[in-house]
């Protein structure tokens, strides 16, 4: 009896389920039901559908992609709340991406992304390309030769900290020569610590007292870079004979932000630190600096509008509420990604791709830059200094970490006056 029942039932699940030339009708229906064109003299034009055309994964056909051409006057403002609402996704039941490119495109999906991808699967790039992640038709990749700066958002545990390790890797083995990291690793130095007898890393600065004195000396090296460039007049990197790169990565930027409880000192060098990388990334882009700007929490302060208008690039972990979204991205959908696993990141440019990135572990990495790793140099730990009085008695004078402490004293009060915010 069950067997006699099988054909029936497999029937009337394929009429409910609609096929490719279902799915435009259906498409259609949607955009009546929502009121998603524009009203004149009481009646209704939707968006004209023109063409269609698959979406391939190499040879795989994973999708379709249908082509409208949108009623004149149509806002951008309606066509992003409707691609944000996500109602065609809701109504078809599948991933849907809605994007205007001349015409309105609307991607449609039978596939899923994948929920795990190893960074020994990601094919190879050249030069300052890194792998963003899989989408759903293809690896998503970032070329900061073409776009600078980056800001990288996300909750703990989601998959930041290995997309920055995903990202150095990756330029270390395409330019060992060429590429050098600045690291402000403001977590006291546990991240990225342990990495700092690579070569091409040249400093990690650990609290915000030494990230005061790194981001100072980059920027006046910065400036200094400008001026060679105007003396030789070149415009851009890209086009002027220097092979280097230096990338600047600030994680966790969030420790870099005055607070009321702190003193006024400390609030001038929290000051100083983010109108320095906000100048810092204003004018380094085209000297061959690119900047990526880390944070858990991202709001109108911990993400200055300086450093967000100079970062055309944005990538973002899952969050925790579609305010922070915003922030991060400028729209709203980083709340809404998977919880129950890692890496599922919404990567944004001109427009916004779903991805899941690259995972690498801590041993994969250091085994691929095993060759880049600088002999380990033994540090003897700090020492008290000892004078004799003029009565012949010893007396305790200072210790060496003292001495830092006095050197980020100085940073302080030397810049505890006249800092722009």
């Known amino acids: 009896m069950l067997e006699l029942l099988a054909v029936p039932v497999a029937m009337a699940t394929a009429a409910l389920w609609p096929s490719k030339k279902d799915e435009l009708k259906k498409i259609?229906?949607?955009?009546?039901?929502?009121?998603?064109?524009?009203?004149?003299?009481?009646?209704?034009?939707?968006?004209?559908?023109?063409?269609?055309?698959?979406i391939l994964n190499g040879k795989k056909v994973v999708g379709m992609?249908?082509?409208?051409?949108?009623?004149?006057?149509?806002?951008?403002?309606?066509?992003?709340?409707?691609a944000e609402e996500n109602i065609l996704g809701v109504g078809l039941q599948k991933t849907v991406r809605v994007f205007v490119e001349d015409l309105l495109k609307v991607k449609v999906y039978d596939t899923k992304i994948p929920q795990l991808v190893n960074y020994a699967d990601i094919p190879k790039t050249?030069?300052?390309?890194?792998?963003?992640?899989?989408?759903?038709?293809?690896?998503?990749?970032?070329?900061?030769?073409?776009?600078?700066?980056?800001?990288?958002?996300?909750?703990?545990?989601?998959?930041?900290?290995?997309?920055?390790?995903?990202?150095?890797?990756?330029?270390?083995?395409?330019?060992?020569d060429d590429v050098q990291f600045y690291i402000i690793d403001l977590k006291g130095g546990l991240e990225f610590g342990p990495l700092e007898n690579l070569k091409q890393i040249k400093e990690v600065a650990d609290d915000p007292y030494s990230a005061g004195l790194l981001i100072e000396k980059l920027f006046k090296e910065v400036e200094a870079e400008q001026k060679?460039?105007?003396?030789?007049?070149?415009?851009?990197?890209?086009?002027?004979?220097?092979?280097?790169?230096?990338?600047?990565?600030?994680?966790?930027?969030?420790?870099?932000?005055?607070?009321?409880?702190?003193d006024k000192e400390t609030k001038a060098l929290m000051n100083f630190?983010?109108?320095?990388?906000?100048?810092?990334?204003?004018?380094?882009?085209?000297?061959?600096?690119?900047?990526?700007?880390?944070?858990?929490y991202p709001t109108a302060i911990t993400v200055p509008r300086q450093i967000k208008v100079n970062a055309d690039a944005k990538i973002s972990f899952r969050l925790g509420d579609a305010t922070a979204s915003k922030v991060a991205l400028?729209?709203?959908?980083?709340?809404?990604?998977?919880?129950?696993?890692?890496?599922?990141?919404?990567?944004?440019?001109?427009?916004?791709?779903?991805v899941?990135?690259?995972?690498?572990?801590?041993?994969?990495?250091?085994?691929?830059?095993?060759?880049?790793?600088?002999?380990?140099?033994?540090?003897?730990?700090?020492?008290?200094?000892?004078?004799?009085?003029?009565?012949?008695?010893?007396?305790?004078?200072?210790?060496?970490?003292?001495?830092?402490?006095?050197?980020?004293?100085?940073?302080?009060?030397?810049?505890?006056?006249g800092v722009r915010n």
């Open 28 to 54: 259609n229906a949607i955009f009546l039901a929502a009121e998603f064109g524009m009203k004149k003299k009481g009646e209704l034009t939707v968006p004209d559908f023109r063409s269609k055309r698959p």
């Open 65 to 82: 992609e249908y082509w409208f051409a949108l009623p004149l006057g149509m806002s951008e403002t309606k066509i992003n709340k409707f």
């Open 126 to 176: 050249s030069k300052w390309k890194i792998p963003v992640g899989v989408g759903f038709d293809k690896t998503v990749l970032h070329d900061f030769d073409h776009i600078p700066h980056m800001i990288v958002s996300g909750t703990t545990r989601f998959g930041k900290t290995v997309f920055l390790k995903n990202t150095m890797t990756r330029l270390i083995e395409n330019n060992p």
């Open 228 to 262: 060679r460039f105007r003396a030789n007049k070149w415009r851009n990197v890209i086009h002027a004979p220097i092979k280097k790169r230096t990338f600047i990565i600030v994680d966790e930027a969030a420790q870099l932000v005055a607070e009321k409880y702190m």
């Open 273 to 296: 630190c983010q109108a320095k990388l906000c100048e810092i990334a204003r004018i380094s882009g085209a000297l061959g600096y690119r900047m990526l700007y880390c944070t858990q």
């Open 330 to 354: 400028d729209v709203t959908g980083a709340e809404d990604l998977p919880d129950d696993f890692k890496g599922r990141a919404l990567y944004k440019t001109q427009r916004l791709q779903e």
């Open 356 to 417: 899941q990135a690259p995972f690498i572990s801590d041993e994969e990495m250091e085994e691929r830059l095993q060759h880049h790793f600088m002999p380990t140099v033994s540090v003897e730990p700090p020492r008290e200094v000892i004078e004799q009085s003029s009565k012949g008695e010893s007396v305790h004078v200072h210790t060496s970490s003292e001495e830092k402490g006095a050197s980020r004293k100085d940073l302080i009060q030397f810049r505890k006056v």
